[in-house]
């Protein structure tokens, strides 16, 4: 093979690999199926706590200026927090996708957008996505800096149903 016809093919394969690599790409961001507001983040530091894939984005963090951290946190479908309660509560605030709320010994509640969750301090609670669909909240810790989560364990698919 010539070396132009060997530049050639090497060319084809890298726009073949780009174009593959895009609609890879464009594929996974549909299948998220995401209309909201903030970026999704990284990969949740706390994922030992849920189940399934979750992903963080501290808009803004838990510094002594404004003891006021606030998260967006991204569901996959299936993906929910640990059993788990707060010292000083928290408030949902629902951005986007369906999602399930439960405190302990009461009923699932389905969440939608425009939706407020206010958890009291130290309720047994867990949260996070319905079985067919991402879910986007924002969290807001409240009573900060003495607002401390202490994590249960996992809500089984019984449970989840
Ligand atoms: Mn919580």
Redesign the pocket.
């Known amino acids: 093979m010539s070396k132009k016809k060997l530049a050639a093919v090497l060319m084809a394969g890298l726009i073949c690999g780009f174009i593959l690599g895009k609609i890879t790409e464009d594929k996974t961001m549909e299948d998220k199926n995401i209309d909201t507001i903030f970026a999704m983040g990284e990969e949740n530091p706390y994922g030992k706590f849920f189940t399934g894939k979750t992903y963080l984005n501290m808009l803004s963090q838990g510094d002594d200026v404004f003891n006021a951290p606030v998260g967006n946190v991204t569901f996959e479908p299936g993906a929910r ?1 640990n059993w ?3 010292s000083g509560g ?1 408030i ?1 605030l629902v951005l986007a996708g369906e999602g399930r709320y439960q405190e302990r010994g009461k009923e699932i509640r389905i969440l939608h957008k425009g939706d407020v969750v206010r ?1 009291a301090p130290d309720v047994e ?3 996070g996505a319905a079985p067919d669909s991402w879910f986007t909240h924002i ?1 807001l810790e409240t009573n900060v800096p003495n607002n401390k ?1 202490q994590w249960l364990e996992p809500v089984s698919d019984g449970e989840y149903k």
């Open positions: 927090t788990h309660k707060h928290q949902l958890i609670h867990w949260h969290s989560a």
